[in-house]
Structures are given as structure tokens and as C-alpha cells.
């Protein structure tokens, strides 16, 4: 009898000693997984910091300018839209733009256009064609010699960025040069005409949309 109550003395004993043992393992269990988990949230206001400046940088890259605002804002001749084909078929789906479509089917330059790489073009939007007399307007158009010199003047043979408008004299495929000048989101061609919408991209250029028609220089 003895014996056994020593035994069960014992057993107790060694529970007793072994419980603590158990629940401070345990307990470390915890520390660990909370040092992990504390971990975890305090690298989450970082990832949380950088989507911002990320979104940032992607719209100073997109279209800029007040006449954006006319743009569709979704379809084909949306920006995305745009984004999606070729310049000249781009161009045709914006309304904007129906008359620059159609002086570049008269002079056949739709193929030419679309199959270029690489390329920018100063897009006059109805308004700046406007401002030409409309006897002159028609001249041009019925000339296709003329009017093919004048629209592959606004073509320049590299995509041309905002940056690089600041102050720049580029060739081209007309063979004479335009210049270029400004910053932020006020840019001129030729000292003339405005950018009113800039930096439009399309499956193969960019497109800088203009207020007044070029003139190649003699």
C-alpha cells in the first residue's frame, strides 16, 4: 500500500514538473508566430506606399493636355481603343480627327501610315483645318502631290516623348525638320501650334494632337 501511494506521488510529481515544461513551449510557439506575424504588418505599409508612386509615374507617362477631355472614354476611339490599332485606323476612330482621315486617304498614305514603326505624328485635329481658308483647304486637297508633302511633314520617323519636346529639331519623312518646344504639359511645334493632347499611343506611334495644321518649310 505504501508502495503504490509512493508510486502515485511520484507520477504527480513528474506531471507537475512536465506541465510547465509543456506550456512554456507552447508559449514560444506563440512569441514566434506573433514575431512573424508582427513582422508581416510592419512590411505592409511599405507595399502599401509603393502602389501609389507606381500609379503615379503611369499617369505622368498617359495622354496630357485640355483636349483630352474630348476624347471617348471607352470603344475604339477611346485611348485604350486607340492603343489597340494602328495609327491611321486609331486616327479614323476619333472623332476629332475626320479630317486629318480623310486628306491621308486622299493621298493614299493609310497603308503607309499603319505599316511604319516606331513613328509620331502631329495630328491636326477639324479646328486646325478650319483655320485654313477653305479655297486654300481645297487646293491642297486636290493637289495629291501637295497635300502628301504636308501631312508626311507632321510624321517624324521615332516615337517622340514629352520629355523630349522641351526643345528638340527632328526630321521629317516630308525631308525638312520641325522644331519643338516647351515643358510640363505646354508644348509647341514650330512656335505655332499647341499640343492639346499629347502623348497618345497607338499600336505602332504616338500621337501628339495639334491645334494647327504645319506648313513644310521651303
Known amino acids: 500500500m505504501n508502495a503504490f501511494r509512493f508510486r502515485r506521488a511520484a507520477i504527480a510529481v513528474t506531471a507537475a514538473a512536465v506541465l510547465p515544461l509543456t506550456l512554456t513551449a507552447c508559449g514560444g510557439d506563440d512569441s514566434s508566430s506573433d514575431t512573424a506575424t508582427d513582422k508581416a504588418n510592419s512590411s505592409a505599409p511599405a507595399d502599401d506606399k509603393s502602389s501609389p508612386a507606381t500609379d503615379g509615374a503611369a499617369a505622368a507617362d ?19 481603343g486607340m492603343a489597340q490599332d494602328p495609327v491611321a485606323t486609331a486616327a479614323s476612330n476619333n472623332p476629332a480627327l475626320s479630317t ?19 513613328i509620331t505624328v502631329f495630328a491636326p485635329t477639324n479646328e486646325a483645318f478650319a483655320k485654313i481658308p477653305k479655297a486654300d483647304l481645297d487646293k491642297v486637297l486636290a493637289d495629291k502631290d501637295m497635300l502628301t508633302s504636308v501631312l508626311t511633314y507632321h510624321v517624324v ?14 526630321d521629317t519623312l516630308q525631308k525638312s525638320t520641325l522644331t519643338t518646344k516647351g515643358s510640363g504639359e505646354n508644348y509647341t511645334v514650330n512656335d505655332t501650334s499647341k499640343v492639346v493632347c499629347g502623348n497618345v499611343p497607338t499600336a505602332n506611334a504616338t500621337v501628339h494632337i495639334v491645334d494647327t495644321v504645319l506648313m513644310p518649310k521651303a
Not at 64 to 80: E, K, L, M, N
Not at 100 to 118: C, F, R, S
Not at 160 to 165: A, D, E
Open 62 to 80: 498617359g495622354p496630357f493636355g485640355p483636349a483630352c477631355a474630348s476624347v471617348p472614354q471607352d470603344g475604339a476611339g477611346s485611348f485604350d
Open 100 to 118: 486629318l482621315v480623310t486628306a491621308v486617304k486622299k493621298a493614299g498614305l493609310v497603308d503607309t501610315l499603319n505599316n511604319a514603326q516606331n
Open 157 to 170: 520617323g521615332e516615337k517622340l516623348s514629352p520629355g523630349q519636346l522641351e526643345n528638340g529639331t527632328y
